[in-house]
C-alpha cells in the first residue's frame, strides 16, 4: 500500500526508499529501565555506563519538553522504536557488510568517496556501526577512530576522562535521553601536533519505520592538532515520524583546531534533536558548519564554550525549510575567559509553507575581559507563505567586551530575476543561482565535493518553487 | 516560405507602467549592421522602450509589436529573447551576491548551446582573454561577485565584458554612458565597436551626444512624448548637443 502523503515527500526527496527490516535485536516500542537495560547489556558495558543510563533516564523524565523552540507536539515518545541492533557489526571491509546495508551506503556514494576523499568513513545503521575504517597512514601516527563503543571497550580511560563533561544529561531533556538510549556514534582521538589533513567522514541511516536514532560522539584532539569531521544522514519517507538525537562532544586542547561539518538531509519525518557543543581551551580553535536541510523539524544550536584565553568558536549555519518544515537552528557562543572570540553566520531560506528560525546565545561571562563575538544572520524567503525569525540571546557581564549583532531579512528580488533572465537563464535557473550565491560564503568552506552535494540538494529542493 | 528580415523592428508600439501610458505608438526598423542612437529628453520613454524590449514585466504592451528578424517576441520569456540575441546592457545593473561573474558567464554561454552540447573551456578561456584585453581589464575581476561592490563605471564595463562573451545579434545600451568619465566611456566605445559589423544591429539609447562621439552611430532617433518625432544621420546628436531639445520639444506638442 502506498500512502499518498509519502509518495508526496517521495517525489521531491530521492533517498526515501527503504530496505525490508530484518535485524538481530529490536527492543520493544517505547521507553522504559528494560529498553535501557538491553541496551547496555547488548553492548556489554562496564557497571558505571549502566548506572549513568539509568541516571539519565531519570533526569529525561523528570524535565518536561521545551516550550519554546519547534512545535513537538507531534512527538510521541512512547511510539519509538529506541534500539534496533542490525545483523552485521562494525565490519573494517565493506565485504563483510550486510549485503542490503552495503547496497544502501553505495547507493548513498559512501564506499566511492571513502576511496577518493576521505581519511576514514563510518556508517551507522539503526542504532548501530556497521562500518568503521581508517586509513592506515593516520593509524600508524595515532589517530584513532572507532565506534563509541569500541571506544569504550579499547580506550576506557581516556573515553571515562572526558564522556559527559562537555554535554551532562542534565544539560537539557534530549541530552539526557541520548544518555539513556545512546547507541552508535564515533569516538575519535587526534594525537598532539598531528594533522588530519583531509576529513573523517561519518554517515548516519535510519531505515526502520517509526525508530529512534541515539547517536553519540566523543572527539578529543589534542594539544596542536587539526582535523576535519563530516557528517552525513538520510532516512526512508514513512507515514510515522522518526526520531533522531545524538550528542556530540567536542574537546579542543590547546593550540588545537578543529571543525565539524553536517550536512543534514533526512526526511521530512523525522524530528531531528541534536545537542552539539565544543569545549574549548587556550588559543584552540572550533569551527562549526551545519548545514541543515532535511528532517521535519530541526531544534539545533551548535555551541563553543571557549573556556580559555584565546579560544576561538565560529559556526557557520545554513537552513532550508520547504513545505511543513521547521528549521530551529543556530549557535551559541560562551565566552568564559579573556581574549576569547567568537563569529556567528546564519543564512536559511524558506520557501512555501516553511519556518525557518535563528536562535542564537552569546554569553560573556564577567572577567572574561577584551572578548568579542560577531554575530551575522541573513534570512532568504522564497515566496509569500514563507516564514522566519530571529532570536539573538546576548547575555554581557563584562564591560570590557563587545558583540556585534547584524540582521537582514530579503526576498528574491524580480530586477536580480529579470538581470539573470535577460542574460538566457530560465526564471528557476535564476532563482536557483540567486539562492547559490546566498550561501556561498557557507559552501566555499566545505570541501568541493560536500559544496556540489549542498548546491545539488538545494537545486533540488528549489525546482518549481518560483513563478 | 520567404526569407525572413535580419532586423529588429519596432511597430506602433504601446506600453504603460500600471494605467500610466508612456509609449504611444513607437515606429522604428534597426537591420543588422547599423546602431541607431535613441535620443531625447528624460522621462519621455527612451528606457521604457529599453525595457519592453527585454521583456521587463514592470511594464504592459497595450498595442503593437516587436519583432526580431521577423519573429514577434512580446509573448517570450526574457530568457527567451536573450536567446534570440538580443541583449539589454542596464542603466542600473543590479547585484547579484555569491555569484562569481566567471561563473554566471559559463552559464550564460551554456544556455544558449543546444541539450548536450557544453561550453568547452577553450571556447571560454578564449573569448575571456579576449574580452579582458578589449577592456583592459585584469582576469582577476571575473572571480568577483556580480556587480558587488562594483563602482557605476565598473558595472557599465561588466555589462560590455558579458555582451563581448554572449555575442549578441541585437544589443540595446540603456543610458550606459551615465555616470562614466572620459577613459572609462573609452573603454567602453571600444567593447561595442569591436563588436560593430554585418551581423550587429542595435540600439544605443543616450541623453548626450558625448557616447556618441566614440560610438558612432547610423542613425538617431528623437523620442518626446513617447513618440519618435524626428529621425536623421550623426549630425541630428550634434544639432541636439549644441542646441539643446527646446525645439524638439516644440516639435512634439505640434505633433499633438
Known sequence: MTNPEVASINAQYEYGWSNPERYAVKAPKGLSREVVEMISKAKDEPQWMLDFRLKALDIFLSKPLPTWGADLSGLNFDEIYYYIKPEGYNARSWDDVPEDVKQTFERLGIPEAERAALAGVGAQYESEMVYHNLKEEWEKLGVVFLSIEDGLKQYPDLFREHFATVIPPEDNKFAAINSAVWSGGSFVYVPKGVKVDIPLQTYFRINAESSGQFERTLIIVDEGAQAHYIEGCTAPTYASDSFHSGVIEIVVKEGARFRYSTIQNWSHNVYNLVTQRAAVYKNGVMEWVDGNLGSKVTMKYPACYLLEEGARGEVLSIAMAGRGQHQDAGAKIVHFAPNTSGSIVSKSISKDSGRSSYRGLVKIYEGARGSKTNVECDALLLDEEARTDTYPYIEIEEKDASVGHEATVSKINDEQILYLQSRGLSEDEAAGLIVRGFIEPIAKELPLEYAVELNRLIELEMEGSVG | ?256
Request: glycine share 10%; no cysteine; proline share 5%.
Open chain 2, 1 to 256: 516560405m520567404t526569407e525572413q528580415p535580419h532586423q529588429l523592428e519596432i511597430r506602433n508600439l504601446h506600453a504603460a507602467v500600471g494605467d500610466q501610458p508612456i509609449l504611444k505608438g513607437v515606429n522604428l526598423v534597426v537591420p543588422r549592421g547599423e546602431l541607431h542612437a535613441i535620443m531625447g529628453p528624460n522621462g519621455n520613454g527612451k528606457s521604457t522602450l529599453a525595457k519592453v524590449i527585454v521583456g521587463d514585466p514592470e511594464y504592459t504592451v497595450t498595442e503593437g509589436e516587436v519583432l526580431v528578424d521577423g519573429v514577434s517576441i512580446l509573448e517570450m520569456e526574457p530568457d527567451e529573447r536573450a536567446r534570440l540575441g538580443v541583449f539589454l546592457a542596464f542603466q542600473y545593473p543590479v547585484e547579484i551576491p555569491g555569484v562569481t561573474i566567471a561563473n554566471f558567464l559559463r552559464l550564460a554561454m551554456q544556455a544558449r548551446k543546444p541539450e548536450g552540447e557544453e561550453v568547452s573551456f577553450s571556447e571560454f578561456y578564449g573569448k575571456l582573454t579576449n574580452a579582458l584585453k578589449t577592456l583592459e581589464w585584469d582576469e582577476s575581476i571575473v572571480e568577483r561577485y556580480l556587480n558587488e561592490g562594483f563602482s557605476g563605471g565598473e558595472k557599465k564595463r561588466n555589462e560590455i565584458l558579458q555582451m563581448l562573451m554572449l555575442e549578441p545579434n541585437y544589443i540595446i545600451m540603456d543610458e550606459t554612458d551615465s555616470g562614466l568619465d572620459v577613459d572609462a566611456l573609452k573603454v567602453v566605445a571600444k567593447g561595442v565597436n569591436s563588436l560593430r559589423g554585418p551581423n550587429l544591429g542595435g540600439l544605443i539609447i543616450t541623453h548626450y551626444q558625448r557616447l556618441l562621439n566614440y560610438i558612432v552611430p547610423d542613425k538617431v532617433h528623437i523620442i518626446v512624448n513617447g513618440r519618435v518625432v524626428q529621425s536623421g544621420g550623426p549630425e541630428l546628436a550634434q544639432k541636439l548637443d549644441t542646441e539643446g531639445y527646446d525645439w524638439v520639444k516644440q516639435l512634439a506638442a505640434a505633433g499633438d
